[in-house]
Every structure is written in structure tokens, then in C-alpha cells.
């Protein structure tokens, strides 16, 4: 059974500080990982793409991708009310087998406090 | 460039009835899913199109939903008879090249089942 695990949350930061959010998964062949953020009543859009180990960075956002340890995480630096959201990690075997599963996490809810 | 666009986007049904939804993908995008998303859950997966072949559709209840994909653009989702539990959001998403692109996702259907 692949899974992915998030805390549902929520989760308060105070406006300005880092949110840090945290992803496991249970399939050691995933190949790409994805956050999307929903807005309440609104559809997923993709945040931060990451395919391997290490962090990616793009502008107030930092994916970071531990294979070893199965664990993918999304920090969000300098946190505005805007960013209060649900975010949904989402974890993908390579799709150049036929069996692999595109699973979606339950979400984190992020708050940010003013 | 429009996005995904899906219709109706609410719906009200009695329990037994059919209902059907409609989906047009980003122009030129080859891979199409529908997902339904319950309150408080991460999308759930019911079946990947990669142009108009189902390649993964496990997790789609045959026994009361179905789904065709016409000359490999837009897509419908039936479901006859609906059951209360049918109650969900239904989303559309389209990738250009498959699962470890990024999904865009339509506005969804917010179906009701009395």
C-alpha cells in the first residue's frame, strides 16, 4: 500500500516567521514529489517541484528531499496571512512504468497569524 | 491561455439518480485525471488518461462510475446510481507529458447526493 503522511494540522506561525512543513512517504521508488497549496473552497496549485535529494529554493519557498529517509519537506520563509492554505504533498513513481500510483497527501493546514 | 475547465460546477441530486460531469483540458496537454476530494482529504485518484487510453483507473468504482475520454480531449465522469456517499468534490487536472509534471486543476464539481 504506498502511502503519504502529513500532519493535518493546523499548523500557526506567527506572520514573518518560517513555516515548516513535512511530508513521509512509503514508496522508496517515488521519483518526484510535488506541494500544492488549496485554498479554502479552491483548487490545488502547484507550489515547488523537487526530484532530487537536497533543497531547491524559489523565492520565500524551500523544498528539501531526503530519499534515505523517505521525507520531503516545504519551509516557507518571512510568512504573510496569504499563505494560509492547505498544503498537499503529493508523491509519483517514474511514469515510465505503467503501475505506479499518483497519491496525494491528506494536507497540512497552515495558519498565519498577524 | 484558459485553464481546465469543468462544468457543472455544482450539483444537486436524489440518491439513485445519474449524474455526469464534463471536463476540457489545458489545450495540448496529453494526460488527464479526475480526482475526487472529500472535506478535510487530499485528492483521491480515479483514473489517469494518457491521451484517450485509461492507463490507470484501480481506483475508479466500475460498478457505478465511468469515464470516456473522445479523441483524447476532453473527458466526462458518469456516476448511475449515485449513492449519499457519492457526495465530493469531483477535480479535473491536465499535465502536458504525465505524472511527474505539474498538474493544473479545474475549479471541480461540488456534488450534492440527497
Known amino acids: 500500500q504506498k502511502e503519504v503522511e502529513q500532519n493535518s494540522g493546523p499548523l500557526s506561525v506567527p506572520e514573518g516567521a518560517i513555516a515548516s512543513l513535512n511530508c513521509t512517504y512509503s514508496?522508496?521508488?517515488?521519483?518526484?514529489f510535488f506541494w500544492y497549496r488549496q485554498y479554502s473552497g479552491k483548487s490545488p496549485e502547484l507550489i515547488m517541484f523537487i526530484y532530487s535529494n537536497g533543497d531547491k529554493e524559489d523565492g520565500r519557498f524551500t523544498a528539501q528531499l531526503n530519499k534515505a529517509s523517505q521525507y520531503v519537506s516545504l519551509l516557507i520563509r518571512d510568512s504573510q496571512p496569504s499563505d494560509s492554505a492547505t498544503y498537499l504533498c503529493a508523491v509519483n513513481m517514474d511514469l515510465r512504468k505503467r503501475d505506479d500510483k499518483i497519491i496525494f497527501g491528506k494536507g497540512t493546514r497552515l495558519h498565519i497569524l498577524p | 491561455e484558459a485553464g481546465v475547465v469543468q462544468s457543472p460546477r455544482y450539483k444537486i441530486i436524489e440518491k439513485k439518480q445519474p449524474v455526469a460531469f464534463w471536463c476540457n483540458p489545458i489545450s495540448g496537454h496529453n494526460t488527464l485525471y479526475w480526482y475526487l476530494q472529500n472535506l478535510g482529504q487530499g485528492p483521491e485518484l480515479l483514473i489517469r488518461y494518457e491521451n484517450e487510453e485509461a492507463v490507470d483507473d484501480s481506483q475508479l468504482p466500475k460498478d457505478r462510475f465511468s469515464a470516456e475520454r473522445l479523441k483524447g480531449v476532453d473527458s466526462t465522469l458518469k456516476i448511475q446510481p449515485a449513492e449519499l456517499g457519492d457526495s465530493a468534490v469531483y477535480l479535473c487536472?491536465?499535465?502536458?507529458?504525465?505524472?511527474?509534471?505539474?498538474?493544473?486543476f479545474g475549479p471541480g464539481t461540488r456534488l450534492t447526493v440527497l
Open positions: 514508496d522508496r521508488g517515488s521519483q518526484s
Open positions: 487536472a491536465s499535465s502536458l507529458v504525465g505524472g511527474w509534471d505539474e498538474q493544473f
